[in-house]
């Protein structure tokens, strides 16, 4: 039991007694009485009898009443302060979940609901922000779904501070728009504070986090033969659908060209599916971890790129690694520039490269060799293991940041 809640019933025993004690006293007849003043005090050995001996057994229950409970409060004190901390941080957190939600949220309200949840998924696991893009200067602005990322993880990767600093400012060259007044948004201190305590309140363990990174690799590993077998089934429906109107009577011109225009588009999505099948062939752990984790930041448009949608020229995915709207260019010398020499795993600049990966930036503050920090790069610590970050800083080095054309993918 709370000591909010054994405080409320120790409350409300002492006002039941409190009130039954007037009740009783009002409607009780008193005996008629001459006034104090009119009448002798009691002689002394009425005083020091009786009347003494209840006086002082009253003054010793206070006093008995006062030692026990003294010490039991103050042993419950630490207790009491948790629990107010842990009920304000439940206050706020519902607060936030309120802003957080959309429609089909159980939190969902009318006219405080910001619909974070419409891109970022009802329980914060992802989803996609429909909306519109322009890929390179100068070129066509197009409807797209943007990847919008899991928030169940956000605080693995950046501190509190950092999570506060997006939510004020935003993500510029990305739908996540500005949500704090200092960033020209609409909500004060107290809501990204309740924004915050929300995003506390849905994180997953880091041992979660990390089944959840692998499971995320090993699903895109295995996308491209999956699409593959999906786009076999697919185009052998659409031919055995257009043999079955070929073979009806009654089946209309229309419907014949349906079933044909179906047929055509399962061909070419098979042929698309092949071709991303030969592309990917002898595409590595590195590559995959460095997909599933950093592409977003470092490669340009790969917010935007569904290869079960389009292809990397339709959405004119850059160069793996040469820079996004948040990630600097890792090809052509950066990273051996920013870090170091890395000819081993047991180099100065590999280890360097390797604990940046871990810890991220922090704003401000220095890394590796003349860096400055944004704060804008998070920290893997807790969703890769250290074998898998090695794996990434080998791809970096050994194949980005030296330009080699074999490198496979997009």
Known sequence: ?????????????????????????????????????????????????????????????????IAVSLPLYWLREPDRQQESIRYFDKGAAAR???????KQSTSYSNVTS?????????????GVAPTTYT?????????????APSLTTVLLRFSAAEVRTILTYGRPGTPMQAWGVAGGGPKNDQSLDDLLAYLTSIQISPEAALAQSAAAVETWRDQPQKQLGDAKSALA?????????RSDS????????????????????????EDWVARRGGVGDGQLLYEVQCARCHTANWSIFDPTVNTPEEVDLGPAGGGGSHGSNLRGGGV????????????AGFRSQADFLRSGSDDNMPYGIGGIGSGRMPGFTALLTDDQITAIVEYQTSMLDRNDPSTPGH
């Open 135 to 147: 890929a390179r200067a100068g070129g066509t602005p197009m409807k797209v779904s943007w990847a």
């Open 1 to 65: 039991m709370s000591v909010r809640i054994l405080l409320l019933i120790v409350n409300g025993i002492a006002l039941a007694a409190v009130v039954a004690f007037v009740i009783v006293t009002l409607r009780a007849t008193p005996a008629a009485r001459p006034p104090r003043n009119v009448t002798a005090p009691p002689a002394d050995e009425d005083l020091e009898g009786h009347r003494l001996e209840r006086a002082l057994a009253l003054a010793l229950i206070c006093s008995a009443v």
């Open 336 to 347: 051996i520039e920013r870090f170091g020499p890395d000819a081993t795993a047991a180099s």
């Open 237 to 245: 429906d659409a031919r055995s659908q257009l043999k079955q109107v």
């Open 96 to 102: 936030g979940a309120v802003l957080f939600a959309n």
């Open 114 to 126: 910001l619909l974070c949840a419409d891109c970022h998924g009802v329980d914060g696991n992802g």
């Open 250 to 273: 009654q089946a209309t011109p229309e419907q014949h060209r349906a079933a044909e225009d179906a047929v055509a588009a399962a061909a070419r999505a098979l042929k698309r599916a």
